[in-house]
């Protein structure tokens, strides 16, 4: 079975309908909206097996990783909707009237409240926590916006059951059938007319840099231009710093070699740049690390245009003047699988040549050997933003190398110490964002519940009385969430 792409008619009539439910579920409070998103947490639970097994056969991911990211689908539901109700990303702000003022203080309250509906583009890497039900969905729904999901394209039957799932738990919560929407669609033109029309108020997206800037583009220019929040890829720097080197090469290259080939590297945390200075040391960590690739078996990719690309851009890197290979996995590899690989460059042949700073996104990483630390610091302030950097390095390092600290942190929307980037924990406090092209804003992150504030925007009441009041901002503070009153931050009412 396959899926015929929406037509635009279609769009046109579920654009519509997406901006009538709007003007109903932007009033449902914070309970319900949250009610919703753990709604769909239970049914996407109770797709069961069938999902699983959809999901392996669309896209060669084990069944394993599979059922850790459903449970990590689940949790972000949960987690979101927790944040939701307890109103912390509303950010409310109150400062009270001070009538005997000259001239006089008036009463202001501040608030964030939802844009309108937000187109969500599925990812192809994540079928299930970037896609249908993923994070970009539930910080929409949080924010209490309609979701139109275009489904990815390499996963269309997972995606179509993960949003009847979806349109379940929007009827046994009897909300309008429009608060979720799903379309199909390969064709330029389908992405194009969400994009555009008048009632798409924010996109979200994960995926190539081409698509997120394209999108990025297609907003900005219209006659009314809207946030597009797309993360779009990163080659995640690991720098390499002497004194900590010197004392773990070999626990480095250990631990990178798994992190290089994590998921047949389709991560978009993937360290795809390794950069140490020239010496012993960095002959051993080399060495080491090519070692240990040689013995990583060969895995199967997303699909076939990911391995396509993958070889294309790989082939490109590795036929570029001082780039040398170090070492391949010695398995020998099928069609469809990604070979993991390592080569390396000097510095000087890395600052002339933009082939060397594009992500070639599956289990490769290059190795940039420095002179000194003055080019490695050459290196890191030529760098574009990327949506992670690590330090491998001790205390002592770090305090030795300040400008290169200031550097990196400068390109950077996670910085890293002595670990690696792959692996994105959900929580608060997680930034999932990077300075461009890693994304097209980095003050936002599309993980954790801080995404929620993507798909609002602040409004201030002046002068308005308590009953008119949205219930966030009356003085009763029914809802007990956490409010800037007076520049102090409180539950009491007022």
Not at 347 to 367: C, D, H, T, W
Not at 399 to 424: H, M, W, Y
Request: hydrophobic share 40%; net charge negative.
């Amino acid at each position: 079975m396959s899926f015929d792409d929406t037509s635009l008619a279609q769009i046109d009539q579920y654009m519509n309908d997406a901006w009538d439910a709007f003007h109903v579920y932007r009033k449902k409070s914070l309970k319900e909206r949250a009610a919703l998103m753990r709604a769909i947490a239970v049914e996407l639970e109770a797709c069961g097996d069938a999902l699983i097994q959809t999901a392996m056969k669309e896209t060669n991911l084990p069944e394993a990783r599979l059922r850790n990211e459903r449970g990590r689908t689940i949790l972000q539901l949960n987690q979101y909707a927790t944040a939701c109700e307890q109103g912390e990303w509303i950010e409310a702000r109150i400062d009270t009237v001070i009538p005997d003022k000259n001239p006089p203080k008036p009463d202001i309250r501040k608030m964030l409240v939802p844009l309108g509906p937000v187109v969500v583009f599925g990812a192809s890497n994540f079928p299930f926590a970037y896609s249908t039900a993923g994070g970009d969905t539930a910080c929409a729904l949080a924010a209490g916006c309609p979701v139109i999901v275009k489904a990815h394209p390499a996963h269309a039957h997972t995606s179509q059951i993960v949003a009847d799932a979806i349109h379940t738990a929007v009827a046994k919560l009897n909300l309008p059938q429009a608060v979720f929407t799903h379309v199909h669609g390969k064709a330029f033109e389908v992405g194009h007319a969400l994009v555009t029309h008048a009632y798409t108020k924010a996109v979200g997206f994960t995926g190539s840099y081409n698509g997120g800037k394209q999108l990025f583009d297609w907003a900005n220019q219209r006659r009314e231009p809207i946030p597009v929040f797309a993360e779009m890829g990163s080659i995640n720097p690991v720098f390499l710093l002497p004194e900590k080197l010197k004392s773990s090469a070999t626990e480095i290259a250990t631990m990178y070699a798994g992190s290089i080939t994590l998921g047949v590297g389709q991560f978009c945390t993937n360290p795809g740049l390794i950069i140490g200075i020239e010496g012993e040391d960095l002959k051993t960590f080399t060495h080491d690390l090519g070692k240990a690739i040689q013995k990583v078996q060969p895995g199967v990719m997303l699909h076939q245009g990911i391995v396509n690309a993958y070889k294309e851009k790989k082939s490109t890197a590795l036929l570029q003047g001082e780039v040398h290979l170090v070492a391949e996995s010695e398995t020998e590899v099928k069609e469809n699988e990604g070979l993991p690989t390592i080569a390396t460059a000097s510095a000087e042949a890395f600052l002339n040549n933009p082939v060397l700073q594009q992500e070639v996104f599956g289990p490769y990483s290059l190795i940039i050997r420095c002179k000194n630390k003055e080019e490695m610091l050459a290196v890191a302030q030529h760098l574009e933003g990327q949506l992670t950097a690590t330090l491998m390095a001790t205390n002592e390092d770090a305090l030795q190398n300040e400008d290169l600290v200031e550097a990196v942190k400068n390109s950077c929307g996670r910085f890293i110490l002595n670990s690696v980037p792959t692996g994105v924990e959900v929580c608060l406090s997680m930034h999932h964002g990077g300075p461009f092209p890693a994304t097209t804003d980095s003050r936002f992150t599309s993980v954790g519940a801080d995404g929620i504030k993507r798909f609002a925007r602040p409004i201030a009441f002046q002068n308005w009385s308590n009953e008119l009041l949205p219930e966030e901002l009356k003085n009763e503070n029914s809802l007990q969430i956490w409010r800037t009153v007076n520049n102090e931050l409180t539950k009491e009412p007022i």
